[in-house]
């Protein structure tokens, strides 16, 4: 069975502790792993693609990458305003189309 | 302009009772989503919709039925609702394309009394 796995559930930093988020996955028919981030009372917000193992994408603090069975949000630096939490997605390839697999999702807390 | 919208946002009401939300896109995406988020953040894909035609359908209970009356709007209507049944209801929009660039909507808190 496919499988998206997320760790830690929490995770709270002060101001510029840099650290990492971890997704790993067991799915057959892997089409790519996708990282949202999720607000407080809001829909997630798309953050990376990465399809294959080495790639590598990054956005201001957030950098993420992959491996064949698992991917890393790295947060450098992060500041309060990346309080939210953080969801990984694999797309798998069904019989009536893509569809996103969520991982159960980090939610950081940033303090001052 | 909001470019996922649903309504209503809240939904409490009790067991047994039929109710709707309405989902509108103004992306110009060609597909749709819903999905369901439980009181632990999971979030579950439950159906798709591309052109108005289904094309995921998830385990979900037949009491659950969308309906697609163009490419812009996807509604859920619920059956003789149950307890389970309370959760974050999120609509979702995409290119069919780049399914994995979905544009999600504020969510729907529907509350089972």
């Known amino acids: 069975e496919d499988q998206v796995t997320q760790s830690p559930e929490a995770l709270r930093l002060q101001e510029g502790e840099s650290s990492s988020l971890n997704c790993s996955y067991t799915v057959s028919g892997l089409r790519g792993l996708f990282w949202y981030r999720q607000d407080p009372g809001k829909g997630p917000e798309f953050l990376f693609t990465l399809y294959s193992a080495g790639e590598e994408k990054e956005k201001e603090r957030l950098k993420a990458t992959l491996t064949k069975k698992e991917s890393f949000l790295h947060i450098t630096a992060p500041k309060p305003e990346d309080s939210a939490t953080y969801l990984c997605a694999v797309l798998i390839l069904t019989g009536g189309g893509n569809k996103l697999t969520f991982g159960t999702g980090t939610q950081l807390k940033v303090e001052l | 302009d909001t470019a996922v919208s649903q309504t209503p946002k809240y939904l409490v009401t009790q067991m047994g009772n039929d109710k709707s939300i309405k989902c509108e896109q103004n992306?110009?995406?060609?597909?749709m989503y819903w999905y369901k988020q439980d009181s632990k953040k999971f979030l579950k894909i439950m159906f798709s919709?591309?052109?108005?035609?289904?094309?995921i359908n998830e385990t979900v209970p037949n009491r659950f039925s969308p309906k697609s009356p163009d490419k812009a709007h996807l509604n859920l209507h619920i059956n003789s609702l149950e307890l389970g049944d309370s959760a974050v209801y999120f609509c979702a929009s995409s290119h069919f394309g780049r399914s994995y660039e979905q544009y999600f909507g504020p969510g729907t808190r529907l509350t089972v009394t």
């Open positions: 992306l110009g995406h060609d597909t």
């Open positions: 919709y591309n052109n108005k035609e289904l094309i």
